[in-house]
């Protein structure tokens, strides 16, 4: 159960990027999140709108694990996207900004042991 709680909070936190990256971008609440400049929001709202539906099959796919009948394969699928989420935490850390680590990496990783101890 604690497992499940835990996936669905990364998916949770996922689908709240997708409103982040598509819909909020070029508003203050998406100016504030990602520390962005009115200027560069506008210029950047097509990037972040693709952003956007990346992580929005990263949450697809953990909602997907955890819905799934089969629970070897749910197993697996939500593990295959937590690590997908944690690799891509990384990649933002070390590209954008560090607090992707802690936003998306860490949550992952903590849902990864979560599953693997279930």
């Not at 989420?85 to 607090?99: F, L």
Request: hydrophobic share 65%.
């Amino acid at each position: 159960m604690v497992a499940m709680i835990l996936v669905g909070l990364v998916a949770l936190i996922h689908l709240y990027i997708v409103l982040l990256e598509m819909l909020w971008w070029d508003t203050p609440r998406g100016h504030k999140a990602f520390g962005l400049k009115p200027d560069f929001a506008r210029q950047t709202k097509v990037l972040a709108i693709n952003q956007g539906a990346y992580n929005g099959i990263l949450a697809a796919g953990l909602i997907w694990g955890l819905v799934h009948p089969d629970p070897a394969f749910a197993w697996q699928i939500e593990l295959f996207f937590l690590a997908c989420v944690a690799v891509a935490g990384i990649v933002g850390a070390v590209t954008s900004s560090r607090k992707i680590l802690f936003i998306q990496t860490v949550p992952a990783v903590i849902a990864i042991l979560a599953v693997v101890l279930a």
